[in-house]
């Protein structure tokens, strides 16, 4: 997966980590994210972007959908703005939060990831872990 798996990479430390947080893998996300945010009231989707930042390794948060306008920031059949847009109008999460880490470039079939795709990586965990905080502060729920 190389650099285009950022999103899972930063996901991963979260596994079994707090109680009621779940990390689903979305795979090639499109269309079937979707049904996986059913059932959840606040959402983090974490996704390799590119385009999006000025460096390889920047971390984006958008609270509203990422602009569909923004240059390719999705390889998918469609993508997170559209995601974030259609899942909301379902009514399947209270809260939808999109990070997204800029890769440069994806490469077919690579193994290797770039080191500053690797720091924004461990940056959007820090991101997430504040997201998460914020939420169970927000409920009273303490993890």
Known sequence: MGNDGAGIRAMRP?????????????????????????????????????GVGERIGDVLTFETPPSWDLPAYAFHDIGIGEVVAIARELGYATEIVTIGIEVGEIRAFSQEIDPAVEEGVRVAGQVILGILQKWAGASGDIF
């Open 14 to 50: 979260f596994e079994g980590r707090f109680a009621g947080v779940d990390v689903i893998d979305g795979g090639t996300g499109g269309f079937g994210l979707i049904p996986l945010m059913e059932g959840y009231e606040n959402v983090v989707i974490v996704d390799a972007m590119v």
